[in-house]
């Protein structure tokens, strides 16, 4: 496959260990937050959101972490597989007004058997 | 699958060429927003369509335009291709064009030559 991106911050983990990506956001009108995964020459695929009244928000294997105080959102995954491989994105909705998303960098997740 | 499909998978043209990506968003989704993705980048946001009409414009050039028809479908024209324009193009769609969740196509491949 190929990669999305040259220089990508890495996490590397081992199968079946837990994951944890994170992701800084500027705006703090900021409303809702999505996480997308995109494995190598695919597009971008839904994981979960949370908008901005909740703190935390689960799903199978991944949960979200939203800390407004630091603008900071977290996705962990549990148990991660080789399967999880992929470029992980954040993206928001800076609030109100906006009708787009904007998109993080992205973390490339390897996980290794 | 995301129920959003693009047309073509992969094109290879020369430069100085134009060319027209096709999307089909999601049944009943209004809104479709175009993305490039190129291997030093991350996923940078082109231009937002809702129903037929122009709603937010990103880091679009003047060589590129795109549309949104009747049938919500839109297509996305790049003219005077540069090398530099060598990407994956992406599509997604949403319901109602406000910043809520996005779904991706699977891109397109342009590579210039």
């Known amino acids: 496959g190929e990669s999305v991106g040259l220089h990508l911050p890495t996490l590397s983990v081992q199968e079946g260990d837990n994951s944890i990506i994170n992701c800084a956001y500027s705006n703090s009108a900021s409303d809702y937050f999505i996480w997308y995964k995109q494995e190598s020459g695919k597009g971008p695929q839904f994981i979960i959101d949370?908008?901005?009244?909740?703190d935390k928000r689960q799903g199978q294997r991944v949960t979200v972490l939203l800390n407004k105080t630091v603008k900071h959102l977290s996705l962990q995954i549990a148990a991660t597989q080789p399967g999880d491989s992929a470029v992980y994105f954040c993206?928001?909705?800076?609030?109100?007004?906006?009708?787009?998303?904007?998109f993080g960098k992205g973390t490339m997740l390897l996980v290794s058997p | 699958d995301s129920g959003v499909t693009q047309t073509p998978k992969h094109l290879i043209t020369a430069t100085g060429q134009r060319v027209t990506l096709r999307c089909s968003p999601r049944?009943?989704?209004?809104?479709v927003y175009w993305y490039q993705q190129s291997l030093d980048q991350g996923l940078q946001f082109l231009i937002q369509?809702?129903?037929?009409?122009?709603?937010a414009k990103g880091n679009i050039l003047e060589r590129f335009s795109a549309q949104q028809f009747p049938d919500l479908h839109s297509e996305l024209n790049l003219s005077s291709l540069e090398l530099g324009d060598s990407a994956l193009y992406f599509c997604a769609s949403s319901p109602s064009g406000t910043g809520e969740t996005q779904y991706f196509g699977p891109g397109t491949r342009l590579l210039v030559l």
């Open positions: 949370i908008r901005s009244n909740m």
């Open positions: 049944s009943g989704d209004l809104s």
């Open positions: 369509y809702y129903n037929g009409e122009e709603r």
């Open positions: 993206a928001e909705n800076r609030g109100p007004g906006y009708s787009t998303l904007t």
